[in-house]
């Protein structure tokens, strides 16, 4: 579950600077387009964050949840930046998010979580 | 993977990482400019006067040469003359008249206005109307030059970008340029147009105002006289011989065209001129002010406040917009202004003392760019009341009655092998038609900037319909003729291609941006 939702977020994470791409080639539709992706990726962050909550109860990993938490902070803190129009922010931050995001699949698809809990330890 | 990866170094690769993003983040904050700025500024080499010194001048009013029952004509002289902007040097400036601001043009609305304009400058020119509702005969199309006398064809054509012009209508010396006016009450500005000079040419000093009055004006009893107070504020710099400071690539202005790569975004002063004084001080009494302001800068946006010595913050009570009065007033705390946009204001001095200051700020500014001017009150003035209920006469369009919807990307690209401006991927070429539309249809174009673009749009007002995707801003209402549209920012705007056929233009007003390439034709037919 956390990793098909981690996955979902990185799809659309990579849709963000294509719809931007595509509005400021002069699309007017792009705008709405990377708006609606950014309501999608919230989203996604916010489900993320639920399933990393569900990891950490099942299976004593913490570190999907700080990861995802983390993630979801930077991601509503880029969708302010972008209504507010502070490229400053929205640039760097979009691509420090998509590595972000890249880095926690990499890590959920590399590290298969444990079926159960084996030891008592608390990560992250 | 067989062997988990240390939880050591796992911490350590997340540190680097966080570092690393932590530190792009940072670098952006402290590099980039907040708030967005278009434009790299140029450093005065001589002291720049005290603010609040020198009073501020007004421009006086031009007579006609003859008033007949078909309408006024008037005569402009483009000359090269010497001024005293900065105490106790002589700035060399290009003007209309003799003096900078140009004079001031006051027209009634439909009454034909003819201005004959004979141009004793050392390169040729051209003169446009901004905001006027002209034929495209005299809208001053960017080819359709004055040439000077003993102007020889070979020396205008330099290695820069001119383009032969088929269509061009060139004249010698003289040009009569004839505006029906048939348009609503507000504060037109005329300028240099010239193809790939203009910017050199309003920074030298090409540039006055222009009015239009009319019966629903008349009727609102709005301050008149002396408490209406035209402010065109333009930034500049001086060299250290006190002369205007601009980097063009040919300061004869006659061969390459251009600015100095740094200044490629748009060329920022130092100094903030209103009606061609730095920093003035206008005497006042503690009456209502009607401001009229134009910011005649070539790529500087200011952010206006009206801030008393005590701190406090004047609202500035909109009552016009680029195309005249609003329908009802919008009152601003801060009001930002972009190159070549104008706003009718009214300024309440009624509750200060006299002696009360107030300063006309620039919260976009810093250092002493922050200032703008100040209004000393001196004596008591009459109270006035502000109407709430302005002009009933704007038009209104809906998109269903768009037959077109155009979208236009105003970006940086390349224009004759350098850095450039383009619309649509294309830098400026007179023999392309852009967009051709039929007189009379009502259109909306959704116009989308990489960084700030005043996009201005000849012959036309339009009012704004949606802006980065949302409502419009305050300052955002009545009939515009140029839209600030800030880095990354979206504006859908509409309007009815009425009144001339012929080739008109539309581009952005940061005015090196428009040299550079970032203007595109439009094809009434």
């Known amino acids: 579950m956390l990793r ?10 990579f849709g963000q600077p294509v719809f931007a791409g595509v509005y400021l080639s002069g699309d007017f539709d792009g705008l709405s387009w990377h708006v609606m992706g950014a309501d999608l990726v919230s989203s996604i962050s916010l489900v993320q964050l639920g399933a990393a909550v569900a990891v950490w109860i099942r299976v004593r990993r913490a570190w999907p949840f700080w990861a995802s938490l983390g993630l979801l902070v930077g991601v509503s803190a880029q969708y302010v930046a972008g209504m507010e129009g502070a490229l400053w922010l929205h640039l760097p931050l979009g691509v420090a998010l998509i590595a972000g995001i890249a880095i926690v699949v990499a890590a959920l698809w590399m590290r298969p979580l444990p079926r159960r809990r084996k030891e008592v330890r608390t990560d992250g | 993977m067989a062997e988990p990866i240390s939880r050591r170094r796992l911490l350590g690769i997340g540190a680097v990482l966080g570092a690393v993003a932590a530190g792009g983040l940072a670098l952006s904050a402290a590099w980039a400019r907040r708030p967005a700025e278009t434009g790299d500024q140029l450093v005065s080499e001589v002291p720049l006067p005290q603010a609040f010194t020198i009073p501020l001048p007004l421009p006086q009013v031009l007579e006609p040469v003859a008033s007949a029952a078909e309408g006024d004509r008037y005569e402009m002289v483009q000359v090269e003359t010497e001024a005293e902007i900065l105490p106790g040097y002589s700035t060399r400036l290009w003007t209309y008249n003799g003096t900078f601001p140009g004079p001031t043009i006051e027209s009634r609305r439909g009454r034909h206005v003819t201005v004959a ?40 054509h330099g290695h820069g970008g001119h383009m032969a012009d088929d269509l061009a209508v060139v004249t010698n010396v003289q040009r009569e340029y004839g505006f029906p006016l048939d348009q609503r009450a507000a504060m037109l500005w005329y300028h240099d147009h010239r193809m790939d000079f203009t910017a050199p040419a309003i ?118 917009a680029d195309q005249g009065l609003l329908a009802a007033p919008v009152r601003h705390e801060r009001l930002p202004m972009a190159p070549a946009e104008r706003y009718d204001l009214l300024l309440d001095l ?9 300063r006309l700020a620039n919260r976009l500014g810093e250092g002493r760019m922050k200032d703008v001017m100040q209004f000393h009150v001196v004596r008591a003035g009459r109270r006035a009341a502000i109407p709430e209920t302005l002009a009933t006469d704007l038009p209104e369009w809906d998109r269903s009655e768009a037959v077109a919807v155009r979208d236009f990307a105003f970006r940086a690209g390349r224009m004759n092998g350098r850095h450039g401006w383009v619309i649509d991927g294309l830098p400026f070429d007179p023999n392309r038609t852009d967009v051709t539309t039929r007189l009379g249809d009502v259109e909306v174009w959704r116009l989308i900037a990489d960084v700030h673009h005043p996009v201005h749009l000849h012959l036309v007002g339009f009012r704004v319909l949606s802006r980065g995707g949302g409502a419009p801003l305050p300052h955002d209402a009545g009939l515009k003729d140029t839209i600030a549209l800030r880095p990354g920012e979206s504006a859908e705007i509409i309007t009815r291609f009425d009144g001339y056929r012929g080739r008109y233009l539309f581009h952005c007003h940061n005015a090196e941006h428009e040299d550079m390439g970032m203007m595109a034709n439009l094809e009434v037919t």
């Not at chain 2, 009624?350 to 107030?358: A, D, N």
């Open chain 1, 4 to 13: 098909a939702v981690a996955t979902l977020f990185l799809i659309g994470g």
């Open chain 2, 117 to 156: 304009h004979r141009n004793e400058l050392p390169v040729p020119t051209v003169v446009h109307l901004h905001g006027g509702r002209t034929p495209a005969s005299s809208d001053g199309y960017p080819t359709d030059l004055v040439l000077p006398q003993d102007w020889s064809e070979t020396a205008g």
């Open chain 2, 203 to 320: 920074w030298r000093g090409l540039a006055g105002l222009h009015f239009v009055r009319d019966d629903v004006e008349d009727a609102l009893d709005l301050p008149r006289g002396d408490h209406e107070v035209p402010l065109m504020i333009a930034d500049r710099a001086f060299d250290s011989d006190g002369q205007l400071k601009y980097p063009s690539l040919d300061p004869t202005l006659t061969g390459e065209i251009g600015v100095e790569e740094r200044f490629t975004a748009g060329v920022l002063g130092d100094a903030v001129l209103v009606n061609g004084a730095p920093w003035p001080v206008h005497e006042v009494d503690s009456g209502l002010y009607r401001l009229r302001v134009l910011n005649a800068s070539n790529a500087r946006h200011y952010e206006l406040e009206a801030v008393t010595d005590t701190g406090r913050r004047l609202p500035l009570v909109q009552i016009g």
């Open chain 2, 350 to 358: 009624g509750e200060l003392p006299v002696g009360s200051k107030v």
